[in-house]
């Protein structure tokens, strides 16, 4: 079993919809959680970080995070053409004796918005 | 403009051949990090450096080699042990890792090497 999982899509919607995109983890050790959007053929830009339960909100994006499930999401509101993308989840757990806090990121669910 | 440089864009290897790949950083992060990303497949971690002139393996290190001779660069040579090194290849950086308030990894555009 991996220890991040993330359904890999495609998910298309229509331009305006909203857009939940989900990840589950195995490790109950993770710490930090983060969102990172992928164009293609481009590196991973980081949209949202976040480390308590509960909400974060940053513009036209709601990170989620649930630690008693060890769920998390990312909400787009009004979404664009441009958010047609890769988005990857991803979070950290600190290596014992080493202080290195390793990422662990899902496999990314590719989202098409169509105009 | 600060961030992450990596270059060539696209490489091609032959058979017994050994390339680099180059990352650059001007972020003065402390820590830089290579990845592999395969379709279908998460990043996983080849090698990281903490600080300069110490590295250590990641998940998948074999038929992978690293230099930390500075710190804004972090080059990593894929050699001829690597028998399946198609892939696109991102690196990464962050201040220190391992204090209280985490600093999340930012990554550069990638090289993808593929075999001639």
């Known amino acids: 079993q991996k220890e991040v999982e993330q359904d890999p899509g495609p998910l298309s919607v229509p331009e305006g919809a909203i857009v939940s995109l989900n990840c589950t983890y195995s490790n109950s050790a993770f710490q930090y959680f983060m969102w990172y959007r992928q164009y293609s053929r481009k590196g991973p830009e980081l949209l949202m970080y976040t480390y308590s339960s509960g909400n974060k909100e940053d513009g036209r994006f709601t990170a989620q995070v649930d630690k008693s499930s060890k769920y998390i999401s990312l909400f787009i509101r009004d979404s664009q053409p441009s958010d047609s993308a890769t988005y990857l989840c991803a979070m950290t757990a600190t290596i014992v004796n080493t202080g290195f806090q390793k990422l662990v990121f899902g496999t990314g669910t590719r989202l098409l918005v169509s105009p | 403009d600060g961030g992450i440089t990596q270059s060539p864009k696209y490489l091609f290897r032959k058979e017994g051949q050994n390339v680099t790949l180059s990352c650059e950083q001007n972020l003065n992060h402390d820590a830089m990090y290579w990845y592999r990303q395969d379709p279908g497949q998460g990043l996983r971690l080849i090698y990281y450096?903490?600080?300069?002139?110490?590295?250590q393996k990641g998940d998948i290190a074999e038929g992978y080699s690293v230099s930390r001779e500075k710190k804004e660069s972090f080059p990593l040579t894929v050699t001829s042990a690597q028998k399946n090194p198609t892939a696109f290849y991102l690196c990464?950086?962050?201040?220190?890792?391992?204090?209280?308030?985490?600093?999340?990894?930012?990554f550069g555009d990638g090289t993808r090497l593929s075999i001639l």
């Open positions: 990464a950086s962050t201040h220190k890792p391992g204090t209280d308030s985490n600093q999340p990894q930012h």
């Open positions: 450096s903490q600080i300069v002139n110490d590295f």
